[in-house]
Structure formats: structure tokens, C-alpha cells
């Protein structure tokens, strides 16, 4: 049997199995195993051989490490850090998360809310609560940054990004924002950065049920209650969430011909449930459900509707849902297996003056299975598998409605004396795409003072979007994906009270998807630029908390045509600061968010001025169970846009009541 042939089948099950198409993919697949492993060896050459061992090493570990070590019982440590996708955290990586203490002492209402003046981070919103978000990390576009929902890769295949405004805060958990490229551990969409959105659990949680009710009201008629229950019983754990969200909105854009109030409502809920069966196997279940109605601003019609009124009204009906389950293995002392497989939905169906405007669904199924070897104290390596099939189904005439994607990657984590060492590899092969390498290396020393020094350089690469290749009248088919090599070097320090970091970034992306006016149609840019710096402080002082974040930006396209302009909608200079205080029962807290002008198009001659925010919040339990809440933000009133010809909101009020019992 021919290496070539071993591959098609092993692929080949491999996709039948996660796409559940017949049980006898399954049954070819596990037949087909040894037989594939000894000709793939016996192909010989080096870099293939290493190649043919990141394929096949984790199935064959899935295959046969249940049967093989039935009764070893050995420890289970069930956290995975994104950064590294293993157990070993790395000071090595730029990160920034975002706690549930954190979520609630700052009573933030949305996601974007949460990654507004986050380090590297660049936010714009259409018109409020419930509008379309885009997020920018590091300067690369929207779509350059992968979003995990408890380790399942979600996002829409036809425009490439994640509906950020649609994900419920009330049922999140922590947000781990990863900066810089990513690819050699995750594959595509992996540019800007990784941000891996985590639901609410009880693993952490004491033994016993954890209720939690709430119910909030504010201005523009917003208002909003949520129900949560955790709990722990011997080896299982388990939480469900639900809440409700509406506001009455304001008018998103200024255009006087359509003066309405743009309203949003949501419904969502969540759920897990994890039981430990024995010291060397966990398996948890994951839900997160999201839907509801969004009325928006739009300035044209997808599919030339008629307009049956003077006032046009659009409408979407959303739904976003995330499942999947994973298993922690604990194989023998220094092998652990992490198996996650799910999948993610993207639907959104438009309306405009009652009449169906266009209807976008998307599902991405993706599966990995990952080993981790603990080769010797402080001696890493990682060996996996990812597989990712997307599919649209629109009413738009689409030229191609899926696509496959298969990878497998390596890397290692490694300690001597002061000095810190990460390296990774990946090859991903894309069905139109065809194989993509991307690595990895990141190298530190550890003072004993606590300060690090660090250096690292990466490479990453995007697929066009099914949009961008083939949405009827506005695809270009001819589209080739997006690279880009990056290179940072950052100082960071840990201290008693203070915790602190500087890092200084240049990011170069080839053959940057961008739209074109010659063609009409979206095309390749021959270069892209970015520079960057980001300055990180948290601390304690005189019993205040406080963080301050600063990003200074300078994102330029290098093509012939627009060379040395801004790259549109990222402001190039943003600030944040928080100062909390805890007084007894009671405490109080404030933000100010200071973001710099930026551009709304590509040849700048849209201009967005920039603008500060300052927010007040305070809080006060009563009964040991009972917390009142209240925030006012843009106490300012400023008047200020993130995107052309989009409002957003003045002075805004809401008042919270929360209940959790402790039973």
C-alpha cells in the first residue's frame, strides 16, 4: 500500500467519522490504522517522516491508550492554557484575562464592553447594544483573530469573524485574550491572535449548589435578568445558565431619512456538565445558545427587496450556537491526551419591511486530539491533530459551500537554568488551498528579580472567506491566502504588589485581502505593515486597585496604490484606566478610555476624530447575600463614532440586583 493511498483513507475516515457520515468510515479508519502507520514509515525521508508522525501519533494514541493502561489510576489535572494548548502556562506569550470577578465589579453588559481598552485590542460597533462589533487585535483585520467558545472554534465562513454581539456576557465565565500570531498551534484566522471565550462552570466551585439570581434595569430601556445554578456532587459538576436581554436602542446611524429607534433583543442560555470517572479520565459536555431580534440601519439591500415604506425597517433574526464535549486522559505519568470535538452556528436570516432579505447560515465542525509528554522537569512536547469542515447555506447563489481542513502540529516547552524556550511547527492542508507551513520560536530569561526578558518571532496565514471568493456579484475567486511573519521583543516584571510589561511588536502580512474599486470586488494587497507598542501596570496602592493599558499603533498598507495609509477603523493610539476600592461591604470604581483618530477607509480621506469616555460604578451587599449595583457611563456625554456615520450612546444608567444564597 502506497504512503499516498494510506493517506486518502486515513483522511478520509477521519473526516466520515466527524462528519458522522457512516459507521463504516469509522470501521476503515481503525482496520486501516497499522497497516497506514508501517507504510508511512517505510515511505522514509526525513521531513516526511516527521510530518507522518504528527498525523499519525495522535490516533494512534486515541486508538489504544484506553485498552493498553485500564489500570493505572494517575492524577488529572483538567486546565488546558490556550497559549500554549497544554498545562504549561509560559510567561513567553502577551495574554490579558478577563475573570467573572472581573465581569461583575465592573458591571460590563457586553463583550465589547469587556475588550474595550484592552492592550492591542481595537473596537468598532454600528449603532449600540446588539449591532454589528468587530474587533481588531494587534492591528490586523477583524478576521484575523480565532475565537474559541470552550475550546470549539466558532465564527461565520462567509464573512470570516465571530458575531461578538451576539455572545451573552451573563453566561460567560473568563475571556483569555492570546496576542500575536498563532497559527503554528491553531491553523488559519490565527494572525492578530487567539481569544478563547470560556462558559460558566463548577470545577472550581466547593462541593454543594451555588444559585445565583439577577435582574437589572437602565436607560434607553434597556434591562435584563439572568438565573445561574452551579454545583458539585462527589465526581460530577455541572452549571446552567439562562438570561434575557432587551433595550429599546437609539438611533444607529444619522441619516435623516431613517430617524428610529433601533431596539435589540436576546435570549440565551448555557449549560455543562463534567463527571470524573476515575483519576486518569474526565469527559465534560458544553452548551451556549444565543438568539433573538436585532433592529438595525442598513444603507442598502442585500438581494434589491422592494421598500414598501417611506421609512425602511430592517430586521435579523439571529442564532448562535455552540456545543461539543471533551475528554482529559491521563494515559501514564508523562502522557496526557485532550480530545475536543464540536460544533459552531452562525444564522442570521434579514428582513427588510417584513420581506426575507437574505438568509447566512454557517456550521464549522472542528475536532482535535492533542498529546502532551512530560519528557523531563520543565521539558515539554505537544503532538496533534485538528480537523475543520465549514459549510454555508445561504439563498445567495454561492459558488462553493464547503471546504475541509485537516493539520497536524508539534511543539516544544522547555527550562535551562534561567533561560525559557518555546518552539512549534504546523502544516495545514486546506482543500482549496492546498499546504500551509507555519512555526513558531520564542526564547526568555528570567531574572531572579522577577523580571523577563523575551524574543520571539512567528508566521501565520488566512484562507479567504467564502465572501471574499465567491458572494454572487462581489467574489473574487482568484483570491490567495493571506501570510504574515511577525517579530516582538518584551519586558515584563512580577513583583509583590505590581505586576508590569512592555512589549514593542512589526507584523508584516502579504497578499492582504482588502476591496478593490478598480475590480469591485475584494482583491490582494501586495503588503501590509504594522508596528506596534503595548505597556501593561496592575497593582495595589493604598488599598486601590488599578490597571492601566496602552496601546500606541501604526498600521500602513505598503501597496503601490495606497502606500503609508492608515489601515481603516483602528485607532492608532488607545488608553484605559481602572482604580477600584473596596470599602467593607461597598465599593466603588471608575474607567476612563482614551481612544485616539483613526480612518474609515483605506485611502483615508474618511476621517474618525478621537474621543474620551469616563465611566463611575459602585456596588453595596446587604444580608451576605443580596448586592446592589449601579454604573453610569460616559458621564461625559461624549458624542463620538467607531465607525462612519454610526451613533453610539451618551450618558447611560443601569441599576443591578443581585441574589446568590449560600446553601
Known amino acids: 500500500m502506497s504512503p499516498e493511498t494510506c493517506l486518502k483513507i486515513l483522511f478520509g475516515a477521519a473526516e466520515g467519522c466527524g462528519r458522522n457520515e457512516s459507521p463504516f468510515c469509522c ?22 517522516i516527521m ?34 494548548r497544554s498545562q504549561q502556562d509560559s510567561r513567553l506569550v502577551s495574554s490579558t484575562v478577563i475573570s467573572r470577578q472581573d465581569i461583575e465589579r465592573k458591571q460590563l453588559h457586553s463583550i465589547e464592553q469587556a475588550l474595550r481598552g484592552v492592550a ?19 492591528g490586523t483585520e477583524s478576521d484575523h483573530v480565532l475565537v474559541l467558545i470552550d475550546g470549539v472554534r466558532v465564527g461565520s465562513a462567509t464573512s470570516g469573524s465571530a458575531a461578538w454581539q451576539h455572545l451573552p456576557i451573563s453566561e460567560i465565565d473568563s475571556i483569555e485574550v492570546i496576542r500575536g500570531p498563532k497559527s503554528s498551534l491553531y491553523g488559519a484566522d490565527a494572525i492578530g491572535g487567539v481569544i478563547h ?51 429599546e436602542g437609539f438611533n444607529a446611524r444619522q441619516d435623516l431619512y431613517e430617524p428610529d429607534r433601533d431596539g435589540f433583543e436576546n435570549y440565551a442560555t448555557a449549560a455543562r456538565l463534567g463527571y470524573q470517572f476515575t483519576d486518569w479520565l474526565a469527559v465534560e459536555g458544553h452548551l451556549l445558545y444565543s438568539g433573538g431580534h436585532n433592529q438595525y440601519d442598513g444603507n442598502f439591500d442585500a438581494f434589491g427587496a422592494p421598500t414598501t415604506t417611506s421609512q425602511p425597517y430592517y430586521v435579523d433574526d439571529f442564532t448562535q450556537l455552540t456545543y461539543g464535549a471533551k475528554a482529559n486522559i491521563q494515559v501514564l505519568d508523562f502522557w496526557r491526551m485532550d480530545l475536543v470535538g ?24 472542528s475536532f482535535s486530539a492533542l498529546n502532551n509528554f512530560t519528557l523531563a522537569p520543565k521539558h515539554f512536547v505537544s503532538l496533534g491533530y485538528d480537523f475543520q469542515h465549514d459549510e454555508v447555506l445561504s439563498n445567495a447563489d454561492f459558488d462553493e459551500t464547503e471546504r475541509n481542513n485537516h493539520a497536524v502540529f508539534i511543539q516544544y516547552q522547555g527550562e535551562y537554568a534561567n533561560n525559557q524556550l518555546v518552539l512549534a511547527y504546523r502544516s495545514d492542508f486546506n482543500q482549496q488551498f492546498g499546504q500551509n507551513s ?22 501565520a496565514f488566512k484562507a479567504p472567506t467564502f465572501n471574499e471568493l465567491y458572494y454572487p456579484g462581489f467574489g473574487n475567486a482568484n483570491l490567495s491566502p493571506e501570510k504574515s511573519a511577525s517579530y516582538e521583543l518584551g519586558v515584563s516584571g512580577e513583583h509583590d504588589y505590581w505586576r508590569w510589561s512592555l512589549s ?48 500606541v499603533l501604526n498600521p500602513e498598507s505598503m501597496d503601490a496604490k495606497t502606500f503609508g495609509n492608515v489601515l481603516p477603523r483602528r ?34 480621506t474618511n476621517r474618525i476624530d478621537g474621543f474620551v469616555t469616563w465611566d463611575l460604578r459602585a456596588e453595596y451587599q446587604f444580608y451576605e447575600q443580596f448586592t446592589l449595583q449601579g454604573s453610569v457611563n460616559n458621564i461625559l456625554n461624549t458624542q463620538y463614532q467607531t465607525t462612519a456615520g454610526y451613533n453610539t450612546p451618551g450618558v447611560t444608567a443601569f441599576f443591578n440586583l443581585r441574589y446568590a444564597p449560600s446553601l
Open 27 to 48: 470501521c476503515l479508519f481503525v482496520c486501516y490504522l497499522p497497516r497506514c502507520v508501517l507504510s508511512l514509515f517505510w515511505a522514509g525521508g526525513a521531513e516526511e
Open 438 to 459: 507555519t512555526w513558531n520560536a520564542s526564547w526568555g530569561y528570567a531574572f531572579d528579580n522577577g523580571i523577563l526578558v523575551s524574543a520571539s518571532y512567528g508566521t
Open 504 to 551: 514593542g511588536y512589526l507584523t508584516y502580512i502579504d497578499d492582504l485581502i482588502a476591496y478593490d474599486s478598480a475590480i469591485f470586488a475584494p482583491n490582494n494587497i501586495s503588503q501590509a505593515r504594522i508596528m506596534g507598542l503595548e505597556a501593561m501596570l496592575g497593582g495595589q496602592v493604598y488599598g486601590f486597585d488599578v490597571q492601566v493599558n496602552y496601546s
Open 120 to 138: 492591542g485590542i481595537n473596537i468598532t460597533n454600528n449603532g449600540g447594544l446588539g449591532k454589528q462589533t468587530s474587533v481588531f487585535l494587534r
Open 51 to 84: 510530518s507522518k508522525l504528527f498525523i499519525v501519533s495522535p490516533l494512534v494514541f486515541s486508538t489504544f491508550s484506553l485498552s493498553a493502561y485500564a489500570d493505572n489510576t494517575l492524577a488529572l489535572t483538567p486546565l488546558t492554557v490556550t497559549s500554549t
Open 571 to 604: 485607532a492608532q493610539q488607545v488608553f484605559r484606566l481602572d482604580i477600584d476600592r473596596q470599602l467593607g461591604v461597598a465599593s466603588i470604581g471608575s474607567s476612563i478610555n482614551v481612544e485616539g483618530r483613526r480612518f474609515d477607509d483605506l485611502n483615508n
Open 342 to 365: 464540536g460544533e459552531s452556528r452562525d444564522e442570521s436570516s434579514n428582513f427588510l419591511d417584513g420581506i426575507n432579505n437574505g438568509v447566512f447560515d454557517t456550521h464549522r465542525m
Open 197 to 247: 471565550i470560556h462558559t460558566r462552570n463548577a470545577t472550581k466551585a466547593a462541593s454543594g449548589i451555588s444559585p445565583e439570581i439577577s435582574a437589572g434595569v437602565g436607560t434607553y430601556g434597556h434591562y435584563k435578568v439572568g438565573a445561574t445554578v452551579n454545583g458539585k456532587y462527589d465526581k460530577a459538576w455541572y452549571s446552567l445558565s439562562a438570561s434575557q436581554e432587551q433595550t
